[in-house]
């Protein structure tokens, strides 16, 4: 049990364009998640959390116009990079936190990750 | 706020032998999760382990374990009889619990790169 899928796993896209990203809870459902995005070498850094049916919010210094989230359904997050430039280009971790209301089950679980690479 | 720290940035281990790694944090909480990630080459989280603040028997997974301090704040995790296939980046992360009033992220650490030596 509680699988996240992140498609897709690989993206090359030219500068200017728009990536959609999504992430799903295969097997729970999720009011929230979370999108992450990772330079090599280093730790997870905290984009946005989305939550169902609600504006996602986002961390400081990430810019909410280029980095859109949507988070449609209790299973589903969204995240699209708008007019991607080769500076966008990156690893992106998303995860979905299991809220149902137990101790023993709040955790966070987390898709495979894109790498995006902007030409 | 909380933070995390892990202050050994790599180390290794040879395989069937023991590690262990250590993580700190600092936090007004008293109640909180904790847990150790994996991150290996493929680069997928992989949860290795969780305890809940107000547990106090240090919790176990197979070969993993952790010794939770919490008055020292320290959370190390121990690996026994080490295989190739540890060989990851790990991350110690601290989270608030859901309270149904909001949902807070996962405060991670810089991390641990562990190899396990043949």
């Known amino acids: 049990g509680a699988v996240v899928s992140q498609h897709p796993s690989r993206v090359i896209c030219k500068s200017g364009t728009s990536v959609k990203i999504e992430c799903r809870s295969l097997?729970?459902?999720?009011?929230?998640m979370f999108w992450y995005r990772q330079f090599p070498k280093q730790s997870l850094m905290l984009m946005a959390t989305s939550n169902e049916g609600s504006k996602a919010t986002y961390e400081q210094g990430v810019e909410k116009d280029k980095f859109l989230i949507n988070h449609a359904s209790l299973t589903l997050s969204t995240l699209t990079v708008t007019s991607a430039h080769p500076e966008d280009s990156s690893f992106y971790i998303c995860s979905a936190r299991d809220e149902v209301p137990s101790a023993s089950t709040d955790t966070q679980y987390f898709g495979p990750g894109t790498r995006l690479t902007v030409l | 706020a909380q933070t995390v720290t892990q202050s050994q940035p790599e180390m290794s281990v040879q395989e069937a032998e023991t590690v262990t790694l250590s993580c700190t944090y600092d936090t007004s909480e008293s109640n909180y999760y904790l847990f150790w990630y994996k991150q290996p080459p493929s680069r997928q989280m992989i949860l290795v382990i969780r305890?809940?603040?107000?547990?106090?028997q240090n919790a176990t997974e197979n070969r993993f374990s952790v010794n939770f301090q919490k008055a020292a704040k320290s959370f190390s995790l121990k690996i026994s009889d080490s295989q190739l296939g540890d060989t990851a980046m790990y991350f110690c992360a601290f989270m608030r619990p859901y309270s149904g009033a909001g949902s807070y992220q996962l405060t991670f650490g810089k991390g641990t790169k562990l190899s396990v030596i043949p």
């Open positions: 305890q809940e603040a107000y547990k106090q």
């Open positions: 097997d729970f459902q999720a009011t929230t």
